[in-house]
């Protein structure tokens, strides 16, 4: 799973560093808690042999052998004198094929009826190895699992002649381990709930040191969001020093783009003013000159100021959207263009109802919304009949939309792309250059906007300018 999130094509920084961190600590725990489990269970069983060998000591030291008859010690130990207790000892004799039989008489009363067994390999390594107790794990009276020990003794015979060659006795002690295994249990069981809370306690400590070590990163992502939206010049500077470098070359970026495209729009205009002067003398010699190439070089020489005026705007206009742009009220824009456009269109009768609200800002500059708002409007005022409406909404967090509608005859809506053209007039009768429309399509779609045309319900045309906003 960690591999996949590290291949991913788009992964998380935070996700990364928080996987990583765990997977070393929980792998850690793990470890931890199995090496401890294991370490507590042979604590306890070497405890448990421990005891055994006490035993088989006891015994081998106070065992004897009297005309043949082996005798074991009258030990006093409480547990090996109760029934069933857990504690067992029993004295074997040793037969042919690794075999073992009971010494009549010669266990612990805790055995009662019942004796303790040795596989034959037991009985075998016992044998080879006289003298060194060989563990082993058995079965009890009752079936309870036993940790065992078989120790092999040569006993002398006590009461015969010296010379006799030494009896041979097997020495088997068991102890119930299920205290035992119990006891560990509870180690197992106790130490995984603590590793479970240190786990929680890791993985809540790690997400919250990753989060507070990539906090700078997302400062820095708020602050170029900002720049981008013109909401600040640059970047500040007050980043850890592995990140200082980085906002540096970042404002050191933005710089370089600023003086780019102030370059460009020099040129621009440079270039607008050059074409300009040739254009006027051409239209000047014209004019002096009557006659049917008059006419020609007049109409080409205006054709050419059009065109030079209308990508002077457009440079002029797509260099403001991509720049910092500056922050304009739309409140105030609309209250003048209606002032304004109603002293103009007062013999007419235009009432124009205007509305907006006072914290909405245009993500540019005033020239620009000035020109999208006033040709929009005096297209309206000028086929409208009396009524002129205009309404600014926002519309997502970084965008709003300017509404413009009259109570005209409208347009059809086939012949709507038409108006859209540079210098297209679909009434000959109404003033005009046939420009206005076609500014505010080029200016709306400089700032990533679209301008589109619709039915109004006052009964003409509709005109909605998608345009930028900053973010409040």
Not at 18 to 29: I, R
Not at 73 to 89: I, M
Not at 353 to 360: G, Y
Not at 431 to 438: K, N, T
Request: charge should be neutral; charged fraction near 25%; glycine fraction near 8%.
């Amino acid at each position: 799973m960690f591999g996949k999130v590290f291949r991913s094509r788009n992964p998380s920084l935070s996700r990364r560093l928080v996987l990583l961190a765990l997977s070393w600590s929980l792998a850690t725990l793990i470890i931890t808690g199995v090496g401890l489990g294991l370490l507590f269970h042979r604590a306890a069983i070497r405890r448990v042999d421990d005891t055994l060998n006490d035993l088989l000591a006891n015994l081998i030291a106070n065992s004897q052998v009297v005309d043949g008859q082996v005798y074991a010690p009258a030990l006093t130990d409480e547990r090996a004198l109760r029934v069933y207790s857990g504690r067992y000892w029993e004295l074997t004799r040793p037969l042919p094929g690794n075999r073992i039989e009971p010494i009549a008489d010669q266990r612990s009363h805790s055995l009662f009826d019942g004796h303790l067994s040795a596989p034959p390999d037991v009985v075998a390594r016992a044998q080879a190895r006289p003298g060194k107790p060989v563990a082993y794990e058995t079965r009890g009276p009752q079936g309870e699992p036993l940790r065992a020990r078989a120790q092999e003794n040569l006993l002398q015979d006590m009461g015969g002649d010296p010379t006799t060659r030494p009896t041979p006795v097997i020495f088997l002690a068991g102890e119930d381990q299920t205290s035992v295994n119990r006891d560990v249990t509870t180690f197992i069981v106790a130490t995984s709930a603590m590793f479970i809370v240190l786990a929680a306690g890791l993985v809540a400590a790690i997400v919250a040191q990753v989060r507070l070590g990539l906090r700078p990163i997302y400062d820095l992502q708020a602050e170029v969001a900002a720049v981008r939206r013109g909401k600040a010049q640059r970047l500040a500077e007050t980043y850890p020093s592995e990140l200082k470098p980085l906002a540096q070359e970042l404002n050191a970026l933005v710089a370089h783009n600023q003086q780019v495209v102030e370059r460009q729009r020099t040129h621009v205009g440079n270039l607008a003013h050059a074409l300009k002067t040739p254009i006027s003398v051409m239209a000047a010699e014209a004019e002096q000159r009557p006659g049917p190439l008059a006419e020609v070089v007049t109409r080409q020489a205006d054709a050419m100021q059009k065109q030079v005026e209308h990508h002077l705007r457009r440079a002029r206009a797509a260099a403001r959207a991509s720049g910092q742009g500056e922050r304009t009220s739309v409140a105030e824009v609309l209250d003048e263009l209606s002032r304004t456009l109603g002293r103009i269109f007062r013999d007419k009768g235009v009432e124009i109802d205007w509305d907006a609200d006072e914290a909405l800002f245009f993500l540019g500059e005033r020239q620009d919304l000035m020109e999208i708002a006033g040709n929009a409007i005096e297209n309206a005022c000028k086929f409208g009949r009396s009524r002129v409406r205009v309404r600014a909404v926002e519309t997502a967090p970084e965008r709003f939309r300017l509404t413009v509608e009259d109570d005209g005859p409208g347009l059809p809506a086939d012949r709507r792309d038409e108006v859209l053209k540079r210098g297209a007039r679909l009434d000959e009768s109404a003033p005009g250059s046939g420009l206005g429309l076609s500014i505010v399509d080029e200016l709306s779609r400089a700032y990533g906007g679209a301008l589109t045309l619709g039915e109004s319900a006052l009964g003409g045309l509709k005109l909605e300018a998608d345009l930028p906003r900053p973010e409040a």
